[in-house]
Structure formats: structure tokens, C-alpha cells
């Protein structure tokens, strides 16, 4: 606690005061809503309860009637049985909706009732009309639908403590007067025998144990006063006590059902009564504890919120701080170094921010340092690679034997491998340290992917590969970065035909989601070459990692194709995966999400895609200024415009102020500039040019290709820029631009 400050020790208190009081109020808050959630289900319970009352007294009714009818024949239970069915179904629907909106689970064992009886219920009622079954069979079978019923009261540690323990008696009660109705029934409508005494006693004795064990004094009192002390019980006492004795009774079967359905109606009367009771009082609990809770939780949030409060105001500059260190960590993330902590804040914060904006400036010059150094060791490189290759390609053009041409073929092979190198080790530090800048612009795929497919099927060794291309002809024009699209197809692509053998290579689409301005495609790029074992296909997306076996010995690479086409698909909003069997091939999937161009034109979509060539342009009437302070490459340059382009007025100087004073003497039709040159570089030379008016249209010539590098060099006023080494595909592009604009 010594090795706190102040403001520590002050936000440890109120944490912990602010702590206890939620866990001390959540806890009352949680045991009111405990009590209230215990008043809820009493309240289901006894909504359910009263409903299965009802269901049990129609259901005895229905089983008396059918009981008496089978015994006698009489037309006056037929219709009263079939009237009472009616009933009962439409109690057994009220039950079911009340069970299917309960959410208690201890009432899914009375479920059955409604549903596993129902077809039983059905197939007893349909027996007694179409069949002629005993009466004793049929009674038995009803009462067993009851005693499930009864399953419900006798969940006494889930239901029964929840209702007046008086319910389930009352119904039992209620349930042995049935039987004796039923039974004095079907004796006083065919003949009355010892069999049905005999019966009858065994119901009366069962009543008397209901009575002397289970049903309460209060209770008798009001059963006495209300059903069996009044006219009506004693007369129906008296004609039971003749028949218990053998006597003969004067009463009609029909008029026996209508008094002692009278009197089990009353009964059943006070058996709704005591439920209501009970559904009152508990209606009248869970509104009272919803009430409470609802203070509670009210004070809870007033209190809640006024702590909060303080405890905000308490931090709020720390929190500020902290907001200001994240987007000024977030922002270094990103390579960007401007933004600095504010210092002046007294205390621990302020000597924090004092320690941030130290680190970031010496972050800042590491990461500058870092840049430079690439771009340097990539503009020393690219330089003579420029010379190299410009000159065995025009040594290839020239009048060579079959051996020398051989040797100069291996040579510019070796070359464009040192520059592929290059370029990868370039690519990978742009995506490390946030330099790649994804352009938009109106392309055509189909001709992207043709010019893959031309450039990679120069290259494959194997005749044994047969390529299948199953892309369809797009209808529109695609808004994104073309180069770097056309990167990633080539890479899947090369390593697809570098590791098949033999088999074929396959390129197509597998899904196509069309948005009202945008398409999300996945490609695939399947082959039969020999797959990737297991224990790589983790790592296959790292930076150099590469599959090394016998098989791929021969083949060459830095293992970084993929890492960086991975890189791309995603800062594109696009991904890469693959499925692969090690011997049997692999698929590499792309995903693509390309913003919509506009509709090609009908000779648009029925044009095959060609590599544009500059054989319909003649060039020899433009007039060249370039700057370049290394003597090959300005006589590679010379002799790029004569032989490909047949343009002899060049002015070829070696430095920028050289290239600015011939800029203001003479009118060029295109300006080239390198960028990095003593006395004046390429930048300085640009300023210089546009500031002083002219506005030939002026290229950077640069061997770093930095998004800073290209960023500066438009602001600048650059009309674009070249990287080396330079291609003549790239330099035919801008001269065409150059004659069209001419001869307008």
C-alpha cells in the first residue's frame, strides 16, 4: 500500500465501497426477485390446478353417464353422455393452452392427459357407441384417465405445499361420489344386487377415511352445512341407507342422476371456491413483491447512477489520457508518428506523456532509417538490374547464334529471378510496415486474368500440363486495384503449374454474390500437382515458408508469394485459404470484393482479350528529354526509344538541374526523370519545372516504388511514374497516351 500514490489509494477505496454496495443490494434485489418468481408459481400452479379440477369433474360426469347408458340402454344418458363429451373436450382444450403457456417444468407428467390420452379417451368413446363393452370395463378405463390426473396433486414438494391442502381431499371426495352415483345408477336401472351393495359400502367406507383422516374440521363443518346437512343431502343419505340395506327405493335412474349430480355440484362449487382463494391471495403476494422489487430496483438504479457518476468524475482525466495514449499508440501502429501526448498534465500522467513522446520520436527515426535503407539497397539494386536487363533484351533482338542466344536467355532468366527476389523482399516490408496503398480504378478482368494466363503459360516447363480456364466473360467493369489483383492471380497461378508435374491446372469460379455496386467472387485455381503435406498447411501463409522434399528440389522461390497474396486479398477486403491432399493436388480459393464499373459494350464482351502492342503508332516525331545520372542506363534509354521506337530526338542529361534548364530552353513532348541524382534529384528538378509554368507531361523514373516515393511525385506534379527496371510494355502505354493526346 506504501508504493501507491494518493489517486491510487483514493480509486482502491471507492472500487471497493462501490463493490460492496452492488453485491450487498444485488443480493436483496436477486432474494426479492426469488420471492417473486416463488408467488408467480404458486399463481401457475393453481391456474393450472383449476383447470384440471374442471377437466376431472367433467370427466368423472362423462364416466357415470357412459357407465349408467352401457348398463341400461337409456336414450336419457345417451344424450346426456354425448352432451357431456362436448364439454369435456372443450375443458380439455382450456387445459391444454394453459399448460402450453406454463413454464414450469414440474407440470410436463400431466402433460399426457391432454395428449398421450386423448387417443385412448377417443377409442373408448367410439368402443361404447359401436360396441356393446362391459360397463365395468368402461368405468375402470375412465377412472384410470382421473388417477393420471390426481399425478398432479401429488407433487407435494413441487405443487401441493403451493395449494390449500384441502383441494386434493375435496376432489378425491368428490371423485368417490361419482362412483356412487354411477353405481346406484346402473342398479336402479337394471336390478339392484349384492354385487353393487357390495360395491356401493366400499365407496361409503372410503368416504368416511377421506373424512376422519384428510379433510380438516373447518372443512367438515362447511361440507356438512352446505351439502350434506342440507334437504337435499339427507335425502339422498336415506335412499343410500335403504339400498346398503337391501331395501327397495321408490326413484327413478334419471331422477337418482339429477340429485346427486346436484349435490357433487355443490361440492364442486366449494372446491372452485377454496382455489380462487387461494389464486387471490396469490395474485395479491406477487403484485405486492412485484411492487417491492420494482422499488428496489428503482433505488438500485437512482443510487447506481449517482455512484457512477462521482466514480467517473473521479477518473475522467485519467481516462482521457488513456483514450489520447491509445489513439497515439494506434496511430504509431500505422507508421505515423506526429501525434504526441500532452505533457503538461501535473502528476504520474504528465511524466507518463513525457516517456511516450521520447520513445515515439526514437520509433520515428528507426522507422525512418528502416525505409531508407530499403529503398536505398532497392534503388542500388534495381539500377544496374535496369542496365542488365534492358541490354540482354535488346542483345536478344539482335542477329545471335542458336548458342549465344542461348546464353543470353539464361542470362536475362537469371536476372528477372533477382528481380523477382527484389520485388517479394520489396512487397513484404511495404505490408510490415503499412506502406501498401490500394488504388481504385475501372479494369477489365477478363483481360487481367488473360494476361496472366498468357504470361504463366510462357512459363511452364511441362508439356505434360493441360490448363483449363472455365472463367466466364464478365458483363461489366470492375473498379480496383488492377495491378495488385493481377499480382495475386499470378502468383496462384505460377505456384499451381510450378508444383504440377503432369495432370492440369484449372481456373474458375465458384461463387458469384452480386450486391446492387458491388460482387464479392471467389475463384478457384485447382490442380493435380503434389499437394501439401499437413504438417505446412499452417504455416503456408508465412513469410518464407516454403515446400521442401525431393520432389520440390528443383523448384525455385523465396516463399513469399503467398504470404504476400494473402496480404493483399485481405487489405482488399477479400481472402485466400486452400484445401489440399498431400500427392492428389491442391485447390486455392480467392475471394474477391470488387466495387461495379460500368456495362461493356456488345464488341467489349465479344472481344478476346488481347496484350495491347505499339505496331499502329508511329512515335518517330516525338521529342524526349530524360535524366539519369548513371551512364548504362541512360544508353539503355537511348537505345530503348530508337530500336522499339524508332524516336531519335533525345536529349539525355545526367542530372536535374541539367533536365530543368533544357526544360526551359526547348518544348519536349514527354519529360522522364530520375528521382535520386546529384547536384539536383528528380523531385527538386519537378518542382522547379512545374513552378516555372510547363506542363509537358513529366514521368519519375524510381527503383524504390514507395507509396511515399509516388505520393510525393504527384503532389509534385508527376503525371505518373516508371519503376525500374523499365519495361517497354510500361513505356509503350505512356508514349501511346503522349501521340493520341498530339494528335487531337
Excluded at 15 to 25: M, P, V
Excluded at 547 to 555: A, F, G, H, N, V
Excluded at 688 to 700: H, L, Q
Aim: include cysteine; hydrophobic fraction near 40%.
Amino acid at each position: 500500500m506504501r508504493s501507491l500514490s494518493l489517486k491510487s489509494k483514493l480509486l482502491l477505496i471507492v472500487t471497493i465501497s462501490l463493490t460492496a454496495f452492488l453485491i450487498n443490494f444485488s443480493f436483496i434485489i436477486y432474494s426479492g426477485y426469488k420471492d417473486y418468481n416463488k408467488a408467480k408459481e404458486v399463481q401457475e400452479y393453481t391456474l393450472i390446478a383449476k383447470n384440471l379440477v374442471n377437466v376431472i369433474h367433467e370427466l368423472a360426469k362423462e364416466r357415470d353417464l357412459s357407465t349408467i347408458y352401457i348398463a341400461s340402454k337409456r336414450e336419457y344418458f345417451k344424450d346426456k353422455m354425448l352432451e357431456e363429451r362436448n364439454i369435456l373436450d372443450a375443458k380439455l382444450v382450456k387445459l391444454e393452452e394453459t399448460l402450453r403457456k406454463s413454464n414450469l417444468k414440474e407440470i410436463k407428467s400431466i402433460d399426457k392427459i391432454p395428449k398421450e390420452k386423448e387417443n385412448q379417451l377417443e377409442n373408448l368413446r367410439n368402443k361404447i357407441v359401436l360396441e356393446n363393452p362391459d360397463y365395468k370395463d368402461v368405468f375402470n378405463a375412465y377412472s384410470r384417465f382421473i388417477e393420471t390426473a390426481y399425478e398432479f396433486f401429488k407433487m407435494e414438494d413441487k405443487a401441493l405445499h403451493k395449494l390449500d391442502k384441502g383441494i386434493y381431499p375435496l376432489d378425491r371426495l368428490k371423485n368417490i361420489e361419482g362412483k356412487i352415483r354411477a353405481f346406484i345408477g346402473v342398479g336402479l336401472a337394471t336390478k339392484i344386487n349384492n354385487e353393487i351393495i357390495q360395491t356401493i359400502t366400499e365407496y361409503c367406507n372410503e368416504k368416511k377415511l377421506i373424512f376422519t383422516s384428510h379433510i380438516t374440521s373447518s372443512l367438515n363443518n362447511l361440507l356438512h352445512q352446505k351439502v350434506y346437512k342440507t334437504p337435499l343431502g339427507i335425502k339422498i343419505h336415506k335412499i343410500m341407507e335403504k339400498i346398503k340395506n337391501g331395501k327397495k327405493v321408490n326413484i327413478t335412474p334419471e331422477k337418482w342422476w339429477e340429485m346427486k349430480s346436484k349435490q357433487i355440484d355443490n361440492l364442486y362449487e366449494i372446491e372452485l371456491n377454496l382455489i380462487d382463494k387461494v389464486l387471490k391471495k396469490a395474485q395479491q403476494k406477487q403484485n405486492e413483491l412485484r411492487n417491492r422489487l420494482i422499488m428496489e430496483i428503482l433505488f438500485f438504479i437512482f443510487f447506481l447512477i449517482s455512484l457512477t457518476l462521482l466514480f467517473l468524475l473521479t477518473l475522467k482525466d485519467i481516462y482521457n489520457q488513456i483514450d489520447q495514449l491509445k489513439t497515439v499508440l494506434s496511430s504509431a501502429t500505422k507508421g505515423s508518428f506526429n501525434l504526441k501526448m500532452d505533457e503538461k498534465i501535473p502528476g504520474e500522467l504528465g511524466e507518463i506523456a513525457r516517456y511516450v513522446n521520447k520513445l515515439l520520436e526514437i520509433f520515428k527515426k528507426f522507422t525512418y532509417n528502416e525505409k531508407i535503407f530499403i529503398a536505398s539497397v532497392s534503388h542500388e539494386l534495381r539500377t544496374p538490374l535496369n542496365g542488365i536487363i534492358g541490354f540482354l533484351n535488346l542483345l536478344l533482338q539482335s542477329n545471335l547464334s542458336k548458342e549465344q542466344q542461348m546464353y543470353v536467355e539464361n542470362a536475362e532468366k537469371s536476372a528477372k529471378q533477382l528481380l523477382e527476389l527484389i520485388e517479394d523482399l520489396l512487397d513484404t516490408t511495404k505490408i510490415q510496415t503499412g506502406q501498401i496503398e490500394i488504388k481504385e480504378e475501372e479494369f477489365d478482368l477478363n483481360k487481367v486474368i488473360q494476361e496472366v494466363i498468357i504470361s504463366v503459360s510462357s512459363r511452364k516447363d511441362s508439356s505434360k500440363v493441360k490448363f483449363i480456364n472455365k472463367i466466364p466473360k464478365f458483363s461489366n467493369l470492375f473498379i480496383g486495384d488492377r495491378k495488385r489483383i493481377k499480382q495475386i492471380f499470378f502468383n496462384l497461378l505460377s505456384n499451381a503449374f510450378k508444383y504440377t508435374k503432369e495432370g492440369y491446372v484449372e481456373l474458375g469460379i465458384k461463387n458469384i454474390e452480386e450486391g446492387e455496386k458491388e460482387e464479392i467472387i471467389t475463384f478457384y485455381i485447382k490442380d493435380t500437382g503434389i499437394g501439401i503435406p499437413k504438417e505446412k498447411q499452417k504455416e503456408l501463409f508465412k513469410p518464407f515458408t516454403r515446400i521442401l522434399s525431393q520432389e520440390t528440389k528443383e523448384i525455385k522461390g523465396t516463399g513469399l508469394g503467398l504470404y504476400i497474396s494473402n496480404s493483399l486479398a485481405k487489405l482488399m477486403g477479400g481472402d485466400i485459404w486452400f484445401e489440399s491432399e498431400e500427392g492428389k493436388g491442391t485447390t486455392f480459393y480467392l475471394k474477391l470484393k470488387l466495387k461495379k464499373g460500368r456495362g461493356k459494350t456488345e464488341e467489349e464482351i465479344k472481344e478476346t482479350p488481347k496484350i495491347s502492342t505499339s505496331k499502329h503508332y508511329d512515335f518517330s516525331n516525338l521529342k524526349i528529354l530524360a535524366a539519369e545520372d548513371e551512364p548504362i542506363n541512360r544508353s539503355l534509354l537511348q537505345k530503348i526509344f530508337e530500336k522499339n521506337f524508332n524516336i531519335k530526338n533525345i536529349d539525355l542529361v545526367e542530372n536535374g538541374f541539367e533536365a530543368y534548364k533544357k526544360a526551359l530552353k526547348n518544348d519536349y513532348d514527354v519529360i522522364f526523370l530520375d528521382i535520386q541524382m546529384p547536384v539536383m534529384d528528380g523531385f527538386e528538378a519537378l518542382e522547379k519545372i512545374r513552378k516555372a509554368g510547363i506542363k509537358t507531361p513529366i514521368y519519375m523514373l524510381t527503383a524504390d516504388a514507395y507509396k511515399d516515393t509516388e505520393t510525393k511525385a504527384i503532389k509534385l506534379g508527376a503525371d505518373g511514374y516508371i519503376t525500374k527496371p523499365i519495361e517497354v510494355r510500361n513505356l509503350t502505354e505512356i508514349l501511346i497516351k503522349i501521340k493520341e493526346k498530339k494528335e487531337k
